[in-house]
Nanobody, 115 residues
């Protein structure tokens, strides 16, 4: 089992910044990819960014050049630095960890961007 706990969400004005954190614990050796996803009411959860064991990253087109995903292996923590936030970035942001057998999700953290 892997446990994921997100933090860092909040309310910010458009153009502002937030940094989300996801602390992972448990059977971390089985994890090969981690990522951030987001969801708004009535819509499907969508990929924001992923990072794999080799450090390769992937971003949704809507956040590229504004968001940066990173990890600190010593702290078992993944981050999402979000700059130049827009109202359309408002969502619940979820942390995800992928193994070969199962995907793990955090409980989510709310990000609200006002215009």
């Amino acid at each position: 089992q892997v446990q994921l706990v997100e933090s860092g969400g909040g309310s910010v004005q458009a153009g502002g910044s937030l940094r989300l954190s996801c602390v992972a614990s448990g059977r971390l050796l089985e994890i090969h990819t981690m990522g951030w996803y987001r969801q708004t009411p009535g819509k499907q959860r969508e990929l924001v960014a992923t990072i794999d064991l080799g450090g390769s990253t992937n971003y949704a087109a809507s956040v590229k050049a504004r968001f940066t995903i990173s990890t600190d292996n010593a702290k078992n923590t993944m981050y999402l630095q979000m700059n130049s936030l827009k109202p359309e970035d408002t969502a619940v942001y979820y942390c995800k960890a992928d193994s070969d057998w199962v995907d793990y999700w955090g409980q989510g953290t709310q990000v609200t961007v006002s215009s």
